[in-house]
């Protein structure tokens, strides 16, 4: 949770600085988030390339496993959707690319404003960061009435690392590699799924 309040800190201030144009012009000129994802991208292809504990967890799992990750992504298909029915100004598409941020705040918010506007963009980065907080505060009300996937399905892709103490507290170590699993493979599919989202929008 605190990695997220510094989020919204940062984020925060940012729109500050903006408002009052406290910046150097050159910065709210030139594109500097386009080479941040760049930036971000290459971390995520490191952190995932070099986590070498993630890949035996791929090696050791079932196909049965994939059920989680899918049960996921078309659980907030359908969350999204009907949520995009009581909100006139924003499309199923919109709302569904919002959605397949799976809780990674950081790099879908980035990549929605690149492919569709600084107003979606920000609403994907409040939205999966309200995922994130609401699985670690959550959690044990999941798993007490919804099952111990509950937890996994409702972190998305912070399954695999922010979220991860709490669901194995509460869901336990045997919903470890689950979880771990689950996330990797939405954090992989968050960039893919949200270009191809928003290029059929276009």
């Given at each position: 949770?605190?990695?997220s309040l510094i989020?919204?800190?940062f984020f925060?201030l940012?729109?500050?600085?903006?408002?009052?144009?406290?910046l150097?012009?050159?910065?709210?000129k030139?594109?500097?988030?386009?080479?941040?994802?760049?930036?971000?991208?290459?971390?995520?292809?490191?952190?995932?390339?070099?986590?070498?504990?993630?890949?035996?967890?791929i090696?050791?799992?079932?196909?049965?496993?994939?059920?989680?990750?899918?049960?996921v992504?078309?659980?907030?298909?359908?969350?999204?959707?009907?949520?995009?029915?009581?909100?006139?100004?924003?499309?199923i598409r919109?709302?569904?690319?919002?959605?397949?941020?799976?809780g990674?705040?950081?790099?879908?918010?980035i990549?929605?404003?690149?492919m569709?506007?600084?107003?979606?963009?920000?609403?994907?980065?409040l939205?999966?960061?309200?995922?994130?907080?609401?699985?670690?505060l959550?959690?044990?009300?999941?798993?007490?009435?919804?099952?111990?996937?509950?937890?996994?399905?409702?972190?998305?892709?912070?399954?695999?690392?922010?979220?991860?103490?709490i669901i194995?507290?509460y869901s336990?170590?045997?919903?470890?590699?689950?979880?771990?699993?689950?996330?990797?493979?939405?954090?992989?599919?968050?960039?893919?799924?949200?270009t191809?989202?928003?290029?059929?929008?276009?």
């Amino acid at each position: 949770m605190k990695g997220s309040l510094i989020i919204l800190s940062f984020f925060a201030l940012g729109v500050i600085l903006g408002v009052t144009d406290s910046l150097p012009e050159i910065l709210l000129k030139t594109d500097f988030s386009m080479y941040a994802l760049y930036i971000l991208m290459f971390l995520v292809g490191i952190g995932i390339g070099a986590d070498r504990k993630s890949w035996k967890v791929i090696q050791t799992i079932n196909l049965k496993i994939f059920l989680v990750p899918l049960g996921v992504m078309v659980g907030t298909a359908i969350g999204v959707t009907l949520v995009s029915l009581f909100l006139p100004n924003l499309t199923i598409r919109e709302a569904m690319a919002v959605g397949a941020g799976y809780g990674y705040y950081s790099l879908s918010s980035i990549f929605i404003t690149q492919m569709h506007g600084e107003t979606l963009g920000v609403m994907a980065l409040l939205s999966n960061i309200i995922r994130e907080v609401a699985t670690l505060l959550l959690t044990p009300l999941f798993v007490k009435y919804f099952g111990k996937l509950a937890g996994i399905m409702s972190g998305g892709a912070t399954a695999m690392d922010t979220t991860l103490p709490i669901i194995t507290r509460y869901s336990g170590k045997d919903y470890a590699i689950i979880s771990l699993f689950s996330g990797i493979v939405l954090t992989i599919l968050v960039p893919v799924i949200i270009t191809f989202i928003l290029h059929r929008s276009l």
